[in-house]
Structure formats: C-alpha cells, structure tokens
C-alpha cells in the first residue's frame, strides 16, 4: 500500500518562500519521475516541477523557472519543492505525484500568497 502524504503549506507575503514536502510510505515499483502539480480556482490542474527518477534531471514549467526547486532525499523516502520569491499567482492547491507502474497522489496542500 503505497501513501503520499504532503506539508508545508500556508500563507506567506508575496516575496516570501515556503518548503513543501511529500512523505512516500510503502513501495513503488517501476518509478520514473516524481513530479509536483498545482490547481488554482476556476483553473486546471498544471505541472509545476518534475524530477527524473534515474537520472536526477529537473524540469520546471516556465511561470517558475529560477524561484522553485524540486529535489529528492531516498534515504528519507522525501521529496521537496522549494518555493522562493512567491506571487500571488502562486496560490493554489500543491499535490504530489509520483509516475510508476501505477500514478500516485498525495491529499494536496493550500498555498496562499498574498500582496
């Protein structure tokens, strides 16, 4: 049985940052990226930051290339997206997502930045 089960969420002042995790219990199999999306009201579900399982690549869409970090910890079973310099069109619900022979997703987690 395989869990993600993320934190960090808030609100935060425009130009501040948070740290998002995801917790990962039981295994996966077959693992290839691990990946954070987003969903803003009224809006679709976007990606946000993904990581290549085997080769540690990171892909970041446009809207936050050179604020977000997206990184791994295997030890800790952990993923994380650092956010720096947020704007309000930041706010959205975070989830966690993990690409392997079945697609995992976390619960979510609100982020809210204010001006």
């Known amino acids: 049985q395989v869990q993600l089960v993320e934190s960090g969420g808030g609100w935060v002042q425009a130009g501040g940052s948070l740290r998002l995790s995801c917790a990962v219990s039981?295994?996966?199999?077959?693992?290839?990226?691990m990946n954070w999306f987003r969903q803003a009201p009224g809006k679709e579900r976007e990606f946000v930051a993904g990581?290549?399982?085997?080769?540690?690549?990171?892909v970041y869409a446009d809207s936050v290339k050179g604020r977000f970090t997206i990184s791994r910890d295997n030890a800790k079973n952990t993923m994380y997206l650092q956010m720096n310099s947020l704007k309000p069109e930041d706010t959205a619900v975070y989830y966690c997502?993990?690409?392997?022979?079945?697609?995992?997703w976390g619960q979510g987690t609100q982020v809210t930045v204010s001006s």
């Open positions: 997502n993990i690409r392997a022979r079945n697609d995992y």
């Open positions: 039981g295994r996966t199999f077959g693992t290839s990226a």
């Open positions: 990581i290549f399982w085997s080769s540690g690549r990171t």
